[in-house]
């Protein structure tokens, strides 16, 4: 019986983690849950967006299924408050969750949803690899009264093993790699290319690569974004392009991720499983959140953290044939709410 430790956390997070378990207990009936309060809700309650029982139990578990963190009542400028966002950084830092998948695959009944042209997503099938726990996130930080730094810094090995991830997926894929840097002006993005290449070079011929610099990336995601086969970039960069590339498919409510580490086969830790948007507090309690980021979330949640392949695809195929059928919440420009677009799905199922 797998466990599968759930963090609904704050804003739309608890609206549609609820859903999710729906789901689950539909594809199984031997799944054991087990939930915490995280981030926003957290601070609330023990003072701190992470609890060390949170984080021991995710160790434990077989899965961590995350739905968003954060909201205006926990937003401050001081740099030593608590912040619902500190949870989501220790959770995969604390479960050494260095690679972040991001599938972008816009389904032909959305094409119309989204704000660019038809023909320009067509054949659209993208995956975004995003580093994770080095970067700009988690060097040092200096606050004085007259000055502020954030410290970016990357190793060789950090470099070196989301490039290999990245490569591998090619492999599954069409073959190609987009490298995505700054190497014009950053000392790190020069190192991330030289240490992409020597691992390109070493063992993976089979696949194209390019380097491309992130802001000619930004406008080529808009301008040609059916060339693109696999996107791999260090953590900032690729929190900003997957928010732009989630709108190729319609929505942010679309896009769903899967953070791994070493995985369950060495001493690694169980994979974390979250949609890619954020808390939404403008929508938070009106009921109309998507929860198709979240199923599609359980979805690789069910492929890559528990190798339940079947169960997977059917829940995407689910999602299909609902949005085929007509299915569209309010971001996708209809007005089904979060409880109808979940019954759709689920009926599907
Ligand atoms: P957001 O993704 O929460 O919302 C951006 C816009 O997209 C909003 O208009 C929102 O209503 C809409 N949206 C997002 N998800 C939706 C869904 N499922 N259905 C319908 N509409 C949806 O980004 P933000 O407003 O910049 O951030 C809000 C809070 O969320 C912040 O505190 C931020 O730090 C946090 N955040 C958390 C995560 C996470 O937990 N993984 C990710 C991103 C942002
Ligand atoms: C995401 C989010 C997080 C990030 C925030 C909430 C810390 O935007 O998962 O994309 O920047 O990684
Ligand atoms: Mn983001």
Known sequence: MPTIVTLPGDGIGPEIMKPALELLRTISEDFSFEEHAFGGAAIDLYGVALTDETLAACKQADAVLLAAVGGPQWDTTDPDAPRPEQGLLGLRKGLGLFANLRPVRP?????????LKRERIEGTDLLVVR????????????????SASDLCEYSVDEVDRIARVAFDAARTRRKKVASVDKANVLETSRQWREVVHIVHKAKY???????????NCAM???????EFDVIVTENLFGDILSDEAAMLTGSIGMLPSASLGEGRAGSGSPGLFEPVHGSAPDIAGTGVAN????F????????????????????????????DAG????DLGGAATTAEATRAVLDEL
């Open 220 to 226: 080529q995601l808009i301008a040609r974004p059916s």
């Open 131 to 146: 580093e994770l726990t080095g970067g700009i996130y988690f060097g040092e930080k200096t606050r004085t009264a007259r």
């Open 205 to 215: 011929n089979d696949i194209a690569l390019t380097d491309v610099l992130v802001d």
């Open 327 to 330: 299915l569209r919440t309010r």
């Open 296 to 323: 599609l979330s359980v979805a690789l949640m069910l492929r890559n953290g528990l190798g339940w392949e079947s169960e997977a695809a059917a829940v995407e195929s689910a999602v299909d044939r609902a949005l």
């Open 107 to 115: 389904v032909p009944a959305l094409y119309d949803a989204s704000p």
């Open 291 to 294: 929860p198709l980021a979240m």
